[in-house]
Structure formats: C-alpha cells, structure tokens
C-alpha cells in the first residue's frame, strides 16, 4: 500500500539526508530537475490547462487523478519528491482521489511518466495542438532529468547503506 511504501521513503531519507545532499552529482541533478517541471509547470498554465483540469476537477467530478492513481508510484519516487522538501500526505484529502491530489492539483513534484503523458479528450478537442507539442517537449525534459535523477538516487542510497 501506499503507506508503506512513503513510510519507507520517510525511513530513508533521515538517516541519509545529509548524505545525499552532500552528493554533488545528485544536488546538480536536483537543480536541473526543478528548472525543467518548472518550464513544463509553467507551459501547462499557459496552454490553459491548468485551468481546465482545474474545472473539470471541481464542477464536473475529475476522473483523471483517481483513487488507485497512486500505486502506480515507487518509494524511490516518493524519496525523491522529500529530498525536494516536498512533504508526502499521510491520509486521503478526497474520497475516490488520489492520494497525492491536493486543493490546487497535485502535491508532487517529482511525477510518474503516467501523470504527466496523460491529457484527456477535453484537453486535445479544447487546446491548439501546437501548445500541447510545446508542453510535450517541455514534459520530455522533465521526463528525461527525472530518470536521471532516479537512477542517481538509487545508486548513492545503494553506496551508503
């Protein structure tokens, strides 16, 4: 369940905080991760969809960040959203949401490839395809430096214990 897998998040990032934030490959990672979700963060608003997720979230029920939404995540994930001091939640906010489904979207910053590929019927029948093909390559970015990241965590948590 998800509990255990941000308990184990939790667990490790304590006693190696120091660690890995003294890994200076890994704190240049951390820097080029921010900068590009907060180029493809930044392109979401623009495109409008921010809004409309927004919309469809509140008036029309949401479906695309369902409950069940967040096994999809590993703890290396969730480890990697703390050592950005982003707090994980220990309870549901919403019934039938995900667990990481906030009251302005998601609380993560490090997302699953799921979270951020997705974009409904409503989104593509609504927004220009030319902003969508400027998000996507915003989005690759993202995707790219967060599988680096991934894979760099994994291995100093891997030398240190």
Known sequence: ???????????????????LEN????????ARFREAVEASRREM???????????CE???GGSCCGEGLENRYDPWLLLINLLLGVPLPHSRRRAGS?????????????????CLNYICAKIT????????????????????????????????????T
């Open 1 to 19: 369940p998800i509990e255990a897998k941000i308990a184990w998040a939790e667990a490790c990032r304590d006693p190696l905080k120091e660690a």
């Open 23 to 30: 890994a200076p490959r890994l704190t240049a990672m951390i």
């Open 45 to 55: 608003a623009a495109t409008g969809i921010v809004r409309l997720c927004r919309q």
């Open 58 to 60: 509140e008036d029309e």
């Open 98 to 114: 995900c667990y990481f489904l906030g009251d302005s979207g998601c609380l993560l910053s490090a997302r699953h490839t799921i």
């Open 125 to 160: 029948d609504r927004v220009d395809p030319e902003k969508i093909s400027r998000l996507r390559e915003r989005e690759g970015v993202e995707l790219d430096a967060l599988f680096l990241l991934h894979e760099e965590v994994k291995g100093v948590v891997r030398r240190l």
